[in-house]
């Protein structure tokens, strides 16, 4: 091989490697802009009412004491989102490392069905797991916590998308590693959201009976970051025949 054509090759990599920084430059902006609009609600809606406080438009002390407890209130679920967005920081930057133990997949999917059916049951949905030839045996190395923190959301996703039916957890395996199948009621999911980062404080005090969460989008990056921490990626399609969709969670055997 000539000097020009390893020239060319290394030439090719460095593009590729161009191409991938660039990408996850972007992907840290987006991410960084839904953060900045995940905090800047609640954080509204707490100096609106601190403000009705320090005004004393609050018509007595009854009332003034109830705002207080709902901004704490407020408070307490604002650093739990922030909590959230820190450890993911610090997994990124290898401050932290996940803690891997063999997880038994179906015990697993157990444990989360127990936490979240009935908030499935509220929507008319209900949650099944789809045992398989070696579901009770299939196991993978990973973080248990942050698998489950992952699933946990992406249901929570769905759960807010579906039309009332049937969702269906499965695992398979394949030469790489695991999967873990979610089949859920739904015939084209589209997911978007209009992020509207100039609403006023006003706006945001009309939703004072809502503690702050975090939003679907905010969920699916939490879930696109971590699942890439642990080695892992996610795949949706549209299954035409049963009308439903498939989400599917890919996790390598161990993590590298």
């Known amino acids: 091989m000539s000097d020009i054509d390893n020239l060319k090759i290394e030439l090719n990599k460095t593009k590729i490697a161009y191409q991938e920084a660039l990408q996850n430059s972007r992907l840290k902006a987006g991410f960084m802009g839904r953060i900045a609009h995940e905090i800047r609600s609640p954080l509204s809606s707490l100096m609106g009412l601190h ?25 307490k679920k604002l650093m739990a989102i922030i909590d959230q967005f820190v450890e993911v920081s610090k997994l990124e930057t290898g401050r932290i490392n996940p803690e891997i133990e063999i997880v038994n997949l179906q015990e697993l999917l157990l444990d989360i069905h127990s936490l979240i059916y009935l908030e499935a049951a509220n929507k008319n949905l209900k949650i099944k797991l789809e045992a398989t030839e070696n579901s009770q045996i299939l196991t993978v190395k990973t973080d248990r916590e942050k698998l489950i923190n992952i699933i946990f959301l992406l249901l929570e996703i769905i759960i807010d998308y579906s039309e009332m039916g049937e969702i269906l957890l499965s695992t398979s395996q394949n030469n790489e590693g695991v999967n873990i199948n ?26 004072l009976n809502k503690l702050p969460q975090l939003s679907n989008g905010m969920k699916l990056m ?29 996790l390598p055997t161990e993590i590298v």
């Open 51 to 75: 403000q009705l406080i320090i005004n004393d438009l609050c018509e007595s002390r009854e009332e003034e004491r109830e705002f207080i407890v709902e901004a704490y209130q407020y408070a």
């Open 182 to 207: 979610i089949n859920f009621p739904c015939k084209s999911f589209n997911m978007s959201e209009n992020i509207d980062l100039l609403k006023s404080p006003i706006e945001e005090l009309k939703q």
């Open 222 to 250: 939490l879930v696109e970051n971590v699942l890439n921490i642990l080695g892992g990626y996610s795949t949706l399609k549209q299954i035409q025949e049963t009308e439903t969709t498939q989400w599917q969670l890919f």
